[in-house]
């Protein structure tokens, strides 16, 4: 019997050490699980943009030892950029990246060549698509030079993700290049354009004709690049059912895969800590919460809790629709029930802003004031406790007025006089460019903070940083320290953000029309005892989904402290499901197949 071959993987993205979207997360997070199985045969393929490499990059010495290494010798000969060394992630697997600008004079000359060969009109593109027909040129020279170097020693296999990274694809078919392929489509170009404009839009997919779709969105030479490497491909793939609907229709074919998302969910374990790590950021929260709504609406901390939304601003494909629509539902049905609890709603997102409101800085600032003073008369009352209690003859508490100084009494009294008000919090963090439909929504639905309203909303539309004044968090401090994630999507092809809060063991709400929703309902029966909800968009009306999502909160508001300590255990209990080191498995399966299928 004669010995298996060898294999060599390339996993190429627009995204590799490039961080502008999801798929950054997808590649970066499957490394170590990559590496783990391939070692030193694999490596990614990406853009050089000088500005994310210097971070991310390390530039190690390239040797004629190897295909790759004699191919990129032979190609920077020829005059093309290329940087070959160490992403500086976990795993540090090889990294090759292009600097398009190199080729870039030859795009109209490689434009040609790709309507001579597949009819795919580039007249008048973006830039980006450019730089993407560039960078696919250069993957097409560097992976032929690398098969003709290999002589058919190795099997070599590429996966491309999405279509800015598979420009070269069909051309790398045509030619018959001796290199097994796999294409993955995170999200159509059309059902992302589609699914925003077009209202129940996965019940009329089968209605629509792509190609004039593609050309009434503007994105003809996208949709077409995608349907070609899609179609040209040895194997593929998308993350979730919900997409391989729209890979039927939009580009053609049926997927033979789902290859589901996952996190290095080793990265957040927090053991036996995430309960600590929960009290200690939401107390930096809190800290907002007061800043910010206790000028003029105090209330109990201790019965209030902290939801959150999160993503692009994509108004209706992010679900912030239905969730400022359940939530104005929620907030009547806590103020029928008699309701003890707050509940404040966070909408993290970005959108463009002039800067942060003058007025809320102020108010947390006055509030740090006053708690100065408070831990300055603290100090003072309690050296004079001390000393009363030691030299007192009767047992009895003294005074504690009197150990106040009149100084601090008077300036603690001023302080807090200056900051309290009679206005209404506001609800959005920053002074926004213009309004925009979360506004309108809040305006149009009156949840604008009121004194009587149980359900308080922030809108704060800058992602959180650490550097961030008003929390003082990062983006996962600030999820561990909120009770819920609020998530119901109406297009998400897979949908990280709900999986981020389970790595976290914080429960989350998601929808069926989510990629993570929908392996959620396929994988585990009992999802809503693991602290997982998930709203049925796929059958119901807006309506009656708004209502669900408000029952489901309205469900979680009443829940005892107990109860959700128990669901956090429950979701950071189940949160390995979702480990690379599972779902791995899915892309092994996808390079196997199209080794196979290539020997056909």
């Keep these: 019997m004669a010995a298996e071959k060898k294999k060599y993987l390339f996993e190429i993205a627009w995204e590799t050490c490039n961080q502008v979207g999801g798929i950054y997360t997808v590649i970066r997070t499957k490394v170590p699980s990559m590496v783990e199985k391939w070692g030193d045969d694999y490596a990614l393929l990406g853009p050089y943009f000088p500005q994310t490499a210097s971070a991310e990059f390390e530039p190690i010495p390239v040797t004629d030892?190897?295909?790759?290494?004699?191919?990129?010798?032979?190609?920077?000969?020829?005059?093309?950029?290329?940087?070959?060394?160490?992403?500086?992630?976990?795993?540090?697997?090889?990294?090759?990246?292009?600097?398009?600008?190199?080729?870039?004079?030859?795009?109209?000359?490689?434009?040609?060549?790709?309507?001579?060969?597949?009819?795919?009109s580039t007249l008048g593109v973006e830039d980006l698509v450019d730089q993407t027909i560039v960078f696919g040129e250069m993957i097409r020279l560097l992976?032929?030079?690398?098969?003709?170097?290999?002589?058919?020693?190795?099997?070599?296999?590429?996966?491309?993700?999405?279509?800015?990274?598979?420009?070269g694809l069909p051309d790398l078919k045509k030619d018959k290049v001796k290199i097994s392929t796999v294409f993955t489509t995170h999200a159509t170009m059309l059902g992302?354009?589609?699914?925003?404009?077009?209202?129940?839009?996965?019940?009329?997919?089968?209605?629509?004709?792509?190609?004039?779709?593609?050309?009434?969105?503007?994105?003809?030479?996208?949709?077409?690049?995608?349907?070609?490497?899609?179609?040209?491909?040895?194997v593929l793939t998308t993350v979730s059912?919900?997409?391989?609907?729209?890979?039927?229709?939009?580009?053609?074919?049926?997927?033979?895969?789902?290859?589901?998302?996952g996190l290095?969910?080793?990265?957040?374990?927090?053991?036996?800590?995430?309960?600590?790590?929960?009290?200690?950021?939401?107390?930096?929260?809190?800290?907002?919460?007061?800043?910010?709504?206790?000028?003029?609406?105090?209330?109990?901390?201790?019965?209030?809790?902290?939801?959150?939304?999160?993503?692009?601003?994509?108004?209706?494909?992010?679900?912030?629709?239905?969730?400022?629509?359940?939530?104005?539902?929620?907030?009547?049905?806590?103020?029928?029930?008699?309701?003890?609890?707050?509940?404040?709603?966070?909408?993290?997102?970005?959108?463009?802003?002039?800067?942060?409101?003058?007025?809320?800085?102020?108010?947390?600032?006055?509030?740090?004031?006053?708690?100065?003073?408070?831990?300055?008369?603290?100090?003072?009352?309690?050296?004079?406790?001390?000393?009363?209690?030691?030299?007192?003859?009767?047992?009895?508490?003294?005074?504690?007025?009197?150990?106040?100084?009149?100084?601090?009494?008077?300036?603690?009294?001023?302080?807090?006089?200056?900051?309290?008000?009679?206005?209404?919090?506001?609800?959005?963090?920053?002074?926004?460019?213009q309004e925009d439909d979360i506004i309108r929504n809040l305006h149009r639905t009156n949840l604008l903070n009121n004194p009587d309203d149980k359900v308080k909303v922030v809108y704060h539309p800058d992602f959180i940083v650490s550097t961030n004044p008003l929390f003082g968090l990062d983006y996962g401090q600030f999820v561990r320290g909120c009770h819920l994630g609020v998530f119901p999507s109406y297009c998400e092809p897979w949908g990280y953000t709900p999986l981020e809060c389970m790595a976290r063991g914080v429960p989350t709400v998601t929808s069926d029309l989510s990629g993570f929703g929908d392996y959620m309902m396929q994988i585990m029966r009992d999802y809503e005892q693991w602290g997982v909800s998930v709203v049925n968009r796929k059958t119901q009306s807006y309506q009656e989904a708004a209502e669900q999502l408000a029952n489901l909160l309205f469900k979680f508001v009443q829940q005892s402290q107990r109860d959700r300590i128990t669901q956090r255990n429950r979701v950071e209990s189940i949160a390995d499901t979702f480990d690379w080191s599972n779902l791995r498995a899915y892309y092994d399966t996808a390079h196997e197949l199209a080794i196979i299928k290539k020997k056909r």
């Design 264 to 433: 290095n969910i080793q990265r957040f374990a927090a053991l036996h800590e995430h309960q600590n790590l929960h009290s200690k950021y939401k107390e930096s929260i809190s800290n907002f919460v007061m800043g910010h709504f206790f000028q003029s609406q105090p209330f109990d901390l201790d019965q209030t809790l902290y939801l959150f939304t999160s993503g692009r601003f994509e108004y209706s494909n992010k679900g912030y629709d239905i969730t400022l629509d359940a939530l104005a539902i929620l907030n009547r049905k806590m103020k029928e029930a008699g309701s003890k609890k707050t509940v404040v709603m966070f909408f993290v997102t970005k959108q463009p802003y002039h800067s942060i409101d003058p007025e809320v800085l102020h108010s947390r600032a006055v509030l740090d004031e006053i708690r100065e003073n408070c831990h300055a008369i603290e100090k003072e009352v309690g050296e004079h406790l001390f000393k009363a209690s030691a030299s007192s003859s009767d047992l009895q508490m003294p005074d504690l007025n009197a150990f106040v100084d009149e100084y601090w009494r008077m300036r603690l009294r001023r302080t807090v006089q200056t900051w309290k008000t009679n206005a209404r919090p506001k609800v959005v963090t920053h002074l926004l460019k």
């Design 143 to 167: 992976l032929t030079e690398v098969a003709e170097e290999n002589k058919n020693k190795t099997q070599l296999v590429a996966h491309f993700h999405e279509w800015m990274a598979s420009t």
């Design 65 to 120: 030892e190897t295909p790759l290494g004699r191919a990129i010798i032979s190609l920077r000969q020829k005059g093309l950029g290329i940087h070959y060394g160490y992403w500086l992630i976990t795993g540090k697997p090889k990294i090759v990246l292009f600097e398009l600008e190199t080729l870039l004079p030859k795009v109209n000359e490689i434009k040609g060549r790709i309507w001579d060969n597949h009819k795919i």
């Design 241 to 261: 059912d919900i997409t391989a609907k729209e890979c039927q229709y939009f580009l053609g074919r049926i997927p033979e895969l789902i290859l589901p998302n």
């Design 192 to 234: 992302r354009y589609l699914a925003g404009n077009v209202p129940n839009f996965y019940d009329v997919i089968e209605n629509f004709d792509w190609h004039k779709e593609a050309k009434h969105y503007g994105i003809e030479a996208q949709a077409c690049f995608e349907r070609a490497a899609a179609q040209k491909a040895d």
